[in-house]
C-alpha cells in the first residue's frame, strides 16, 4: 500500500521534546524529497522542514535551531526531533512524500504544548 504514516505526536510541556517518525511504504522512498508540515487551528498549513532525497535539509525560520530533521532511507523513515518546544508549536503535523509535483500525505499526529 501506498502511504506515509506519522507518529510520535503527544502532549508536552513547553521547554520539552518529542520527536516525530513518519514510515513510508509503497514508494522508492531514497527518490523522495520528505517534508513535516503543520496546521494550527484556524490556521493555514505551513512548511516545517524539509529534507531532501541528496539528504538537504531546510526549516521555518520559527523552528530553526530547535528542529532538526533526519532520515532513514533503509527504513524508509523520516524523522523530526522538536526541541524546546513552545506554546505555538501546537498544531497537527503532516509529513509528505514529494517526487517533482506529486504529493503523498500522511494523516497527522497532534502535538500539543501545553502547561
Known amino acids: 500500500q501506498v502511504q506515509v504514516v506519522e507518529s510520535g505526536g503527544d502532549l508536552v510541556q513547553p521547554g520539552g521534546s518529542l520527536r516525530l517518525s513518519c514510515t513510508a511504504s509503497?514508494?522508492?522512498?531514497?527518490?523522495?524529497?520528505m517534508g513535516w508540515y503543520r496546521q494550527a487551528p484556524g490556521k493555514e498549513r505551513e512548511a516545517v522542514a524539509v529534507?531532501?532525497?541528496?539528504?538537504?535539509?531546510n526549516y521555518a525560520d520559527s523552528v530553526k535551531g530547535r528542529f532538526t530533521v533526519s532520515r532513514d532511507n533503509a527504513k524508509k523513515m523520516v524523522f523530526l526531533q522538536m526541541n524546546s518546544l513552545k506554546l505555538e508549536d501546537t498544531a497537527v503535523y503532516y509529513c509528505?512524500?514529494?517526487?517533482?509535483?506529486?504529493?503523498?500525505w500522511g494523516r497527522g499526529t497532534q502535538v500539543t504544548v501545553s502547561s
Open positions: 509528505d512524500a514529494q517526487i517533482r509535483e506529486n504529493h503523498l
Open positions: 509503497g514508494i522508492i522512498f531514497s527518490m523522495f524529497d
Open positions: 529534507i531532501t532525497s541528496g539528504g538537504n535539509t
